[in-house]
């Protein structure tokens, strides 16, 4: 138990849904942030959160909808999403972005596109 | 960009026996972590190391931060079976910029 919640853990969804992931930390952190893990690939960074502003976009596609109502909750809105967006979606933060703080990681949403 | 290179792709070992896993580095990062992650779960941080030279221990688990600040490596002694599990190293440079950059990972099995 690292102080960060996912949910759902797992998601099969059609590619004209609407989903949405949910990120909570108990730690008190200011900083979210979104990982994306595919198979055989280093996790890739898709966005950061700093004291409920995004301060990094990885150049995610617009199908892909961060938002970060306070710095305890993280969401990632999804919709039109493609088979190759599969993937286990992982939620940390860290107590600030901006000093190269460590990252707690929550155990992720694993998430099928059909 | 940054590249963490972790080889090989997999390790199988009997239990009991060390491992040692590398990682390796083109640029210079000022934080090595080290993560484990398990069937099902995101990764878990296991040791963190912020100076060069840095030998830390965490249990049977060590690992050193490397004086070019290009590499480093973890160690596991006496393994048991459930060090099984995907073995990744990450990078940070720290100060304002507080990106992770991770290695593929490296795949611990573990023989009973």
């Known amino acids: 138990e690292t102080g960060v919640t996912q949910t759902p853990r797992h998601l099969v969804m059609g590619m004209t849904n609407k989903k949405s992931l949910k990120c909570e930390q108990h730690?008190?952190?200011?900083?979210m942030y979104w990982y994306k893990q595919s198979a055989k690939k280093p996790l890739e960074l898709m966005f950061v959160?700093?004291?409920?502003?995004?301060?990094e976009n990885n150049s995610v596609p617009s199908r892909f909808s961060p938002e970060c109502p306070n710095s305890s909750h993280l969401f990632l809105h999804l919709h039109t999403l493609q088979p190759e967006d599969s993937a286990l979606y992982l939620c940390?933060?860290?107590?600030?972005?901006?000093?190269?703080?460590?990252?707690?990681f929550g155990p992720g949403t694993r998430l099928t596109v059909l | 960009g940054q590249q963490l290179n972790q080889s090989p792709q997999s390790m199988f070992i009997q239990e009991g026996e060390d491992v040692s896993m590398n990682c390796t580095s083109s640029?210079?990062?000022?934080?090595w972590l080290w993560y484990k992650q398990e069937p099902g779960e995101g990764p878990v941080l296991l040791i963190a190391?912020?100076?060069?030279?840095e030998l830390t221990s965490n249990g049977r688990l060590t690992a050193q931060f490397g004086i070019t600040r290009k590499d480093s490596f973890l160690n596991i002694s006496a393994s048991i079976p459930s060090d099984v599990g995907i073995y990744f190293c990450?990078?940070?440079?720290?100060?304002?910029?507080?990106?992770?950059?991770f290695g593929k990972g490296i795949t611990l099995s573990v023989r009973p």
């Open positions: 940390a933060s860290s107590q600030d972005s901006g000093r190269g703080d460590t990252q707690y």
């Open positions: 730690l008190g952190h200011n900083a």
């Open positions: 959160y700093n004291f409920k502003e995004q301060t």
């Open positions: 640029s210079i990062f000022n934080t």
């Open positions: 190391l912020y100076k060069a030279g």
């Open positions: 990450a990078g940070q440079v720290g100060g304002a910029n507080s990106k992770l950059t």
